[in-house]
């Protein structure tokens, strides 16, 4: 009887592993100061840590629009719950170092790739309908925009999605240049703010 062939796996390296899992937490705290922020901002009483520096730099605006409310509930919970994925991938990496079967990559990438667009509309959405800018939700885009761009350039690189010895470059090259392609990520978000609501202006 013909056995079935051994199903592919992928294993990232332990740098990227750490990476999940610190950016992970990271998104995770900051998801939840913002929660508190919410719950402040309905309540009339001050958070542990508040994100209102000003009325440009503030997240009240952001927090209880229907924009921050997708859901019918703060999204701010859908950051505390969702942040465990990366911790959750890279505990599981770590944990099985032969690698683990590109299917469960596939649901994790879809996942991040999920998050890179929502952060990108909420900044949008931040920037040019609510004219503010929220400290604890702009944690978030710093987080999750590094967190797609490297995991997507591994993906592509070992062939999590398939494709040729092209798509494998690309990857390879993602990789290779994602921190500088964060970077000019997080730059088209800050001149789109700059170019809208003068933030440089607004410190003087």
């Known amino acids: 009887m013909t056995q079935p062939p051994p199903a592919?796996?992928?294993?990232?390296?332990?740098?990227?592993?750490?990476?999940?899992?610190?950016?992970?937490?990271?998104?995770?705290?900051?998801?939840?100061?913002?929660?508190?922020?919410?719950?402040?901002q309905l309540s009339g009483t001050p958070p542990i840590v508040t994100c209102s520096f000003s009325p440009l730099v503030t997240c009240g605006p952001n927090l209880l629009s229907p924009g921050g409310n997708l859901l019918g509930f703060t999204n701010s919970l859908?950051?505390?719950a969702l942040f465990f994925g990366p911790i959750y991938a890279g505990v599981s990496a770590m944990?099985?170092?032969?690698g683990l079967r590109h299917w469960y990559w596939r649901v994790y990438g879809v996942f991040l790739l999920a998050a890179f667009l929502l952060v990108h509309f909420f900044a949008y959405r931040s920037?040019?309908?609510?004219?503010?800018?929220?400290?604890?939700?702009?944690?978030?885009?710093?987080?999750?925009?590094?967190?797609?761009?490297?995991?997507?350039?591994?993906?592509l690189r070992v062939g999590i999605w398939g494709g040729n010895g092209g798509?494998?470059?690309?990857?390879?090259?993602?990789?290779?240049?994602?921190?500088?392609?964060?970077?000019?990520?997080?730059?088209?978000?800050?001149?789109?703010?700059?170019?809208?609501?003068?933030?440089?202006?607004s410190l003087f």
């Open 78 to 80: 859908i950051g505390v």
């Open 127 to 155: 920037i040019f309908e609510y004219g503010s800018l929220c400290p604890w939700c702009m944690t978030v885009w710093l987080v999750t925009i590094p967190l797609f761009w490297f995991t997507a350039g591994w993906m």
């Open 8 to 40: 592919r796996t992928a294993a990232p390296s332990h740098a990227l592993a750490v990476f999940w899992i610190v950016a992970g937490g990271l998104g995770g705290t900051v998801s939840f100061l913002l929660f508190l922020e919410y719950v402040g």
């Open 167 to 201: 798509v494998r470059r690309a990857g390879a090259t993602i990789l290779s240049w994602a921190a500088l392609i964060t970077v000019v990520d997080y730059a088209l978000i800050a001149v789109c703010a700059q170019l809208r609501l003068d933030v440089i202006g």
């Open 95 to 98: 944990a099985a170092p032969t």
